[in-house]
């Protein structure tokens, strides 16, 4: 069982940057590949980010590369997401997801959901 808690969501103006942070309980955290998803309203939840179990690996969708940084730090069970340059278009509640082992793009693939935290960009 793995439990998730995103924090460091907030209201930013466009070209402004947040960090999010994902907290994670449970001894198996480095077994898991960790992925960020984000749903804005009225759209389907997409995927956005993903690293490895280890870290060595990372896959982003081309709307956030170059702009969004995932890793992790095994030591503190936490997931971070760096997002520079923000614009409107990246408004959403953002989720932490677990998926066993496998790095993935598909959120059907992931196991374990947080609660997610509200990302606000104004122009």
């Known amino acids: 069982q793995v439990q998730l808690v995103e924090s460091g969501g907030g209201l930013v103006q466009a070209g402004g940057s947040l960090r999010l942070s994902c907290a994670a309980s449970g001894r198996t955290f480095s077994r898991y590949a960790m992925g960020w998803f984000r749903q804005a309203p009225g759209k389907e939840r997409e995927f956005v980010a993903a690293?490895?179990?280890?870290?060595?690996?990372?896959n982003y969708a081309d709307s956030v590369k170059g702009r969004f940084t995932i890793s992790r730090d095994s030591t503190k069970n936490t997931v971070y997401l760096p997002m520079n340059g923000l614009q409107p278009g990246d408004t959403a509640v953002y989720y932490c997801?677990?998926?066993?082992?496998?790095?993935?793009?598909?959120?059907?693939?992931?196991?374990?959901w947080g609660q997610g935290t509200q990302v606000t960009v104004s122009s």
């Open positions: 997801a677990a998926n066993y082992l496998h790095l993935s793009r598909a959120v059907g693939q992931y196991d374990y």
């Open positions: 690293v490895n179990w280890s870290g060595s690996s990372t």
